[in-house]
């Protein structure tokens, strides 16, 4: 059984709709400069650029031979066809994308995104290779009400309807609050323990306990160098999916060595 040392912490960092494909460039860049073989050994880092970047992050990945894995912020749940404005899996698979963000809660609330969607994009995602990093939590009013851990563990069973524990195996589950993302409102070290613990928990219910224990499970909610340390010190917070702080490189190579912080 996999213990919470054997889980490589992944460092992830979402772009959103932010850098352009000549800032990322600059922007990876700065991070392979800050970033040292050490630190690619004790942490697993991805960046989630915008689509419009990923080649040109592929070219510098691959002509540097740089460690960072990249990936998207979202997928298709088709694999070709007339789906204007969409993106598809074989397209992310040709680019070598490692990861694939799927429902997220910006997705969830401006383009109406729920269970059986996330469930055909996470589907869509293993088709090809790709590692879904499956986002679930709790709106403000869910968690005021005490309903965060059914809210979120209803999200991870609807995304993972008849997905085989083979490719259950390998995803990463991202907790976000919603009332956290970008708000500089954090959750507590305890908050986040006690929703990353029931996502492994459910995984162990769902497939089985070896299986959940191998499972990364990250935090994402207004993480910044000054807090990542205690969030990182819970047994079942693997990483974290960081959005405004990955936006300078300096914090968020301070995020990845969170060790030192
Ligand atoms: O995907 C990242 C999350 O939405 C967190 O964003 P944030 O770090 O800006 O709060």
Redesign the pocket.
């Known amino acids: 059984m996999a213990s919470p040392e054997a889980r490589t912490p992944l460092m992830a960092g ?1 772009w959103k709709m932010n850098l352009n494909h000549l800032e990322a460039i600059a922007h990876v860049q700065k991070l392979a400069f800050g970033l040292s073989d050490k630190d690619f050994d004790a942490v697993e880092v991805a960046v989630l650029p915008p689509f419009t970047d990923l080649r040109s992050v592929q070219t510098l990945v691959d002509g540097d031979k740089l460690k960072i894995r990249y990936g998207a912020q979202d997928i298709s749940a088709h694999d070709d066809g007339a789906y204007t404005g969409e993106v598809s899996g074989p397209m992310l698979a040709k680019l070598n994308c490692t990861y694939v963000v799927v429902g ?2 910006e997705r969830r609330q401006y383009h109406g995104e729920a269970e059986e969607s996330c469930n055909a994009k996470v589907k869509a995602a293993y088709r090809h290779g790709l590692t879904p990093i499956l986002c679930v939590g709790e709106p403000l009013d869910v968690r005021k009400a005490g309903g965060h851990i059914a809210h979120t563990l209803a999200q991870l069973d609807g995304a993972l309807k008849d997905v085989p524990a083979e490719h259950v195996a390998s995803i990463v589950v991202a907790y ?1 609050p919603v009332w ?3 708000t500089g409102e954090v959750a507590t070290p305890e908050n986040a323990q006690e929703v990353c613990a029931a996502i492994r928990g459910r995984l162990a219910e769902l497939y089985d306990r070896p299986l959940s224990e191998g499972v990364r499970v990250q935090y ?4 910044k160098a000054g807090n990542v340390a205690a969030i990182m010190a819970q047994p079942d917070v693997d990483g974290a ?5 990955a936006l300078n490189a300096e914090e968020f190579v301070k995020i990845v060595r969170f060790r030192d912080q």
């Open positions: 979402n997220h809660s976000e956290a993302i970008g994402g909610g207004s993480v999916l960081v959005g405004g702080a």
